[in-house]
């Protein structure tokens, strides 16, 4: 089994590649690579997108990359199980509002918008920990309860058009959209490699999903 963690120059992978690898070989899931080559991403039995930045900057650099056709191909067409961390999740959706309109990659049905809190207390960017909320079952949540904590960076939020493609939120002056799911395609807003137990126990569950 190969995991493919997508490096299209989105940010430092080094936390996310360590904690993959880690998980892998507790669990005997095969391997875990950090690749921009799109032949390993086709042959790929796991793919992995994380994303730091701005939601315009990484969907240019996305599509740019050789990897852009094969993981798309991978996943929609071979149904291979898709991770999208932090804006790898904002750019699942149909579109981004970040300074600008631009498209995503249209497997969520929602918008990503700018964080508003109810209460003027709350700073942006949202950063620290939350206590995720489950709204559906997953089988990435397996062992997984309400109330374990995850760790959030982020100034914008996905607006879901679908709330059954909503696994999971938390409350932020706001319901803030978690964790969201379609088929064999999963997306975190938080940071699992950060996220303690809580979040090496979803990157296990992850590798050994098999939809």
Not at 160 to 166: I, K, V
Not at 178 to 206: C, W, Y
């Amino acid at each position: 089994m190969l995991t493919a963690i997508i490096d299209y120059e989105s940010g430092n992978l080094h936390s996310a590649e360590k904690a993959f690898q880690k998980m892998a070989a507790e669990t005997g899931a095969g391997s875990v690579v950090v690749t921009s080559d799109p032949e390993t991403v086709a042959v790929a039995d796991h793919i992995v997108l994380p994303g730091d930045g701005a939601f315009p900057a990484c969907a240019a650099a996305l599509r740019a990359s050789g990897c852009f056709e094969a993981m798309v191909d991978a996943v929609e067409n071979r149904g291979r199980p898709f991770l999208g961390i932090c804006v790898g999740m904002q750019l699942m959706a149909q579109e981004g509002h970040e300074y600008e309109a631009t498209k995503g990659l249209g497997w969520i049905d929602g918008s990503v918008e700018h964080i508003a809190p109810s209460d003027p207390a709350l700073k942006v960017p949202h950063m620290g920990w939350n206590d995720l909320l489950i709204d559906t079952p997953h089988p990435l949540l397996d062992g997984i309860e309400t109330g374990e904590h995850a760790y959030f960076v982020h100034s914008y939020q996905m607006r879901m058009l679908a709330p059954g493609q909503r696994v999971a939120h938390v409350d932020y002056g706001g319901d803030v959209t978690a964790i969201v799911a379609d088929g064999t395609k999963v997306g975190l807003q938080f940071h699992p490699e950060k996220s303690a137990g809580a979040g090496l126990r979803m990157i296990a569950n992850f590798l050994n999903w098999r939809p």
